[in-house]
Every structure is written in structure tokens, then in C-alpha cells.
């Protein structure tokens, strides 16, 4: 079975301040990590994502995360949040042997002027 | 635009009514999905079609029905719901069922069941 967690319902963040989301994953396999967000009234939108290689995956917008084997970790970054990054953020994995994407129940993220 | 388009955008139905949701993708994928999103929790895959066979039916309660006539559309039919089944339903479209290409979603249908 696979699971995403992500611990924190909420991040409140200001303005040109850095954000982080947080996301722990559970997979039997190798996993391929993914970031969505999904803007009021709209659904989800891909950021980015991780198969292999580097650690640190840049993504659209100015986002990145970092793949951390040994904490089951894949973090979502932003050095210098925007008012306009305010949306729901969720995590998914895939097995990679397997088909089904997981998904987290998803992070509100509010960045205040 | 992601290129997945679905209608309607809101729907309010009884519990006797008969309803579908309309899906359509202009990106030339071959996988498609329904997903339910309820408030604080993840997203529940519902179905997955491939080339127009399914591939995944997730234990899903009969009263929901889907029909894939073509890889570029997507219905979901709807009888007998229950208040429960409240929620935003979402498709969504990938290159193949398979791999890890990212998902392509459409804005969803927002259900409400009196």
C-alpha cells in the first residue's frame, strides 16, 4: 500500500518571506513524488515532480523540492513566497510499479501582503 | 486552460434524480480518470480509462456509472445519490494510464445531493 502524509493543514507565511510544505510518503517500491496545486474554483495544477536523479527538483512559478530517501520526505519550497502563491497544495506518489496516484489531503497556503 | 473541460461547473440534484457529468480532453491523451475531492481529505480515485477500457473501478458504489465513448471523453452518470456524495468531482487526463506522466485536471464539478 501506498500513503502520503502532509502533517500541516495550514501555512501562514508573509510576504517575500520563504515558504516550505511538508509531505512524508510511504511506498513499497521506488516512488515517483509529485507537487499540485489547485487555485479557488479551478483544479489541480502540476508543479513539478521527481522519478530519479538529482535530488532537488525545480518546478513551475519558482517552486522546488527536495527528495529525501532516507526520511520517506519530499518538501515543497519557495525562497520568496507571493500574495498570488496563496492556493491549496497537494503531495501524490506512485509506486513505480504500480498505475494509482495517492494523493495528500492537501496543505492551505496564505501569504499575507 | 489545461485542456480538460468539464461541465457542468455546478450541479444540484435530489436523491431520485438522474444526472451526468461531462468531461472532454483537447490534448490527445490516452488515460483518463474521475476523482472525488471532499473537504480535508485526499482525493479519491474513482475510475480510470484507457483507450476507452477501464481499468480501474476503485470499489466504487454502483449509483455512480462511467462511460468513456472515445479517448477524448469522459462521463460520470448519477442516480439515486446519496448527501454524502456531495463533493467536487474531477477529471482528468494523462498521456497513458502508465509511467510518470503528470495528471491534467479539468476545474470539476462541484455536486451538492438534497
Known amino acids: 500500500a501506498q500513503s502520503v502524509a502532509q502533517p500541516e493543514d495550514q501555512v501562514k507565511v508573509a510576504e517575500g518571506n520563504p515558504l516550505t510544505v511538508k509531505c512524508t510518503y510511504s511506498?513499497?517500491?521506488?516512488?515517483?513524488l509529485f507537487w499540485y496545486v489547485q487555485y479557488p474554483n479551478r483544479g489541480l495544477q502540476f508543479l513539478l515532480k521527481?522519478?530519479?536523479?538529482?535530488?532537488l527538483v525545480k518546478g513551475s512559478y519558482g517552486f522546488e523540492a527536495e527528495f529525501n530517501k532516507s526520511q520517506t520526505s519530499f518538501h515543497l519550497k519557495k525562497p520568496s513566497a507571493l500574495v498570488s502563491d496563496s492556493a491549496l497544495y497537494f503531495c501524490?506518489?506512485?509506486?513505480?510499479?504500480?498505475?494509482?496516484?495517492?494523493f495528500g489531503a492537501g496543505t492551505t497556503v496564505t501569504v499575507r501582503a | 486552460e489545461t485542456g480538460v473541460t468539464q461541465t457542468p461547473r455546478h450541479l444540484v440534484m435530489g436523491m431520485t434524480n438522474k444526472k451526468s457529468l461531462k468531461c472532454e480532453q483537447h490534448?490527445?491523451?490516452?488515460?483518463m480518470y474521475w476523482y472525488k475531492q471532499s473537504a480535508k481529505k485526499p482525493l479519491e480515485l474513482m475510475f480510470v480509462?484507457?483507450?476507452?477500457?477501464?481499468?480501474e473501478n476503485n470499489s466504487v458504489p454502483s449509483r455512480f456509472s462511467p462511460e468513456c465513448p472515445n479517448s477524448s471523453h469522459l462521463f460520470l452518470h448519477l442516480h439515486t445519490l446519496q448527501p454524502e456524495d456531495s463533493a467536487l468531482y474531477l477529471c482528468?487526463?494523462?498521456?497513458?494510464?502508465?509511467?510518470?506522466?503528470?495528471?491534467?485536471f479539468g476545474s470539476g464539478t462541484q455536486l451538492s445531493v438534497l
Open positions: 490534448l490527445g491523451h490516452n488515460a
Open positions: 521527481y522519478i530519479t536523479g538529482d535530488n
Open positions: 480509462y484507457s483507450l476507452e477500457e477501464r481499468v
Open positions: 511506498v513499497s517500491g521506488n516512488p515517483y
Open positions: 501524490a506518489v506512485r509506486d513505480a510499479d504500480d498505475y494509482k496516484l495517492s
Open positions: 482528468a487526463s494523462s498521456p497513458s494510464w502508465q509511467g510518470a506522466r503528470p495528471l491534467f
